[in-house]
Nanobody, 116 residues
Framework: VQLTESGGGLVQGGGSLRLSCAGS????????MGWWRQIPGKSREQIAV????GDTVSRNGRFTVSGDRWKHTVDLQIDNLKSEDTAVYFC??????????????WGQGVQVTVSA
């Protein structure tokens, strides 16, 4: 069972970037999915999450998270990139099912560096 992120790298400020995350080997229901980030020297912070039964798109300012709980995929779109968006971005899924427990999954993290 793993989450695999893609789409990071060096990007120019003012542009847009899309990160993708795909889960594999998941046989439980996706209850929550979303993205977090960790800026150097700071704690990991939540960007936005999607909750099962709710919307499939969540917006938080310049950040848009969209996902498909059945396919175990979740994307992050960042618009008007700023230098302060430089961070390691992590996708997250909470999976589970009644009687089988709940598990939290994290991707390995993808570096996004925004140049001025």
């Amino acid at each position: 069972v793993q989450l695999t992120e893609s789409g990071g790298g060096l990007v120019q400020g003012g542009g847009s970037l899309r990160l993708s995350c795909a889960g594999s080997g998941i046989e439980l229901d996706t209850l929550v999915m979303g993205w977090w980030r960790q800026i150097p020297g700071k704690s990991r912070e939540q960007i936005a999450v999607l909750i099962s039964g709710g919307d499939t798109v969540s917006r938080n300012g310049r950040f848009t998270v969209s996902g498909d709980r059945w396919k175990h995929t979740v994307d992050l779109q960042i618009d008007n990139l700023k230098s302060e968006d430089t961070a390691v971005y992590f996708c997250y899924m909470r999976v589970g099912r009644a009687g089988e427990g709940v598990f939290e999954l994290w991707g390995q993290g993808v570096q996004v560096t925004v140049s001025a």
